[in-house]
């Protein structure tokens, strides 16, 4: 009796009951027309704040997926490098930051460039630069050449999730997924995007890194159904948000047949969801855009501008004078010029609660916009 879909006689010939995917796909695509065209409607600096943020988020979550927490800043500053955006003092960004930014903006702004063995093992390599998964050395830029087991568990009471194709399978499986992602037919494009992601997540043919890859060639597929590099929302960030249903998803579609009807109604659900998530985006935008436009005659520093971005982009904690010296690479007392010179404005306000550091937010966080 067979186990999983890659086991069945018919593999890989996926089915799936296009009436009922019907209204979902129809209501999907519509919004993902309608976001376009907001989008385009936006100003060039205001638009490419909305891409900066999406793609940011893009590449923290898909990582955050597999455990794996970026620095937010380092991967903000390694998109913005590399699409020559002006975002004032760029952080350095580790090697491992920077081969998750390659891989993601590789995917999505050369969409229309073909998916190959070659670009495949170029991205699991980019992805594990030094060799190695966390503290266990790996084969990276090739296919795996060992068998495949998703485990959760203790030692000794091991569950398998799934098991992949044999190591001796590969080539052909990877040949078979390549021609098709590259072949044209009647399918909608947004539910190849679906199967892309399914197909290459079940054939597992990297040692690790598999679910980051296939959230990649769903992005990519994703920026195809749309003609166009510019991402507004995220997709990785949606399934972050829904992990638990997303996992539970794949593991009941290895398991049953392959009409995969349900995985694909799942994967427009979440798609719909990660829609309605970029109007989160959207308002963050347009207050930083309305902020900057207020204070456009407003006399402030490049440190000021710098911190007070940090600040619009959602800073991680307390701010105090310590941090804002060590942000802004000065000293304590520039920093708390600094500082009291934005409260004097009204741009700042000193936060009430007491403790050895004083701290600072912006002032609009302490009305409604701070929920």
Not at 111 to 136: C, D, I, N, V
Not at 172 to 191: Q, R
Request: proline fraction near 3%; charge should be positive.
């Amino acid at each position: 009796m067979n186990r999983y879909i890659h086991e069945l006689p018919d593999w890989p010939k996926f089915n799936w009951d296009q009436k009922a995917l019907a209204d979902l796909l129809i209501t999907v695509r519509h919004r993902q027309g309608r976001l376009i065209g907001r989008m385009g409607s936006l100003g060039f600096s205001l638009r490419a704040e909305a891409i900066l943020q999406t793609l940011t988020l893009d590449v923290l979550k898909s990582s955050e997926i597999e455990g794996e927490i970026l620095s937010k800043d380092q991967v903000r500053s390694s998109i913005a490098r590399r699409l020559g955006m002006d975002i004032g003092a760029l952080a350095p960004a580790d090697r491992n930051v920077e081969s998750v930014v390659d891989m993601m903006l590789d995917a999505t702004q050369k969409f229309a460039k073909p998916l190959t063995e070659t670009r495949l093992f170029g991205w699991h390599a980019s992805l594990f630069p030094t060799g190695y998964s966390s503290l266990s050395k790996i084969k990276a830029g090739v296919w795996r050449d060992g068998p495949m087991q998703v485990i959760s568990g203790d030692y000794g009471r091991e569950r398998i999730h799934f098991e992949a194709p044999a190591a001796k399978k590969l080539k052909k499986e990877m040949s078979a997924f390549l021609k098709w992602f590259e072949s044209a037919d009647s399918t909608d494009p947004v539910l190849r995007a679906g199967i892309a992601h399914l197909w290459f997540v079940t054939i597992h043919p990297f040692e690790d890194g598999n679910g980051r890859i296939a959230r990649a060639i769903a992005d990519m597929a994703l920026a195809r159904s749309e003609q166009s590099p510019q991402r507004f929302y995220s997709m990785s960030s949606q399934i972050r948000q829904e992990r638990k249903a997303y996992y539970y998803m794949l593991e009941k579609t290895q398991k049953e047949t392959l009409d995969i009807t349900d995985w694909l109604g799942w994967f427009l659900t979440c798609l719909d969801h990660a829609f309605e998530s970029t109007e989160t985006i959207l308002i963050d935008v347009f207050r930083k855009a309305r902020f900057w436009e207020m204070h456009s005659q407003t006399p402030i520093n490049d440190r000021q501008r710098s911190i007070l971005n940090k600040l619009l982009d959602g800073f991680e904690g307390k701010l105090t004078s310590s941090k804002w010296a060590k942000l802004a690479k000065c000293s304590q007392d520039t920093a708390l010029r600094d500082i009291l010179d934005l409260v004097e404005r009204g741009i700042l306000l000193k936060d009430p609660a007491g403790g050895r550091s004083t701290s600072y937010s912006l002032a609009r966080d302490s009305n409604d916009d701070k929920k």
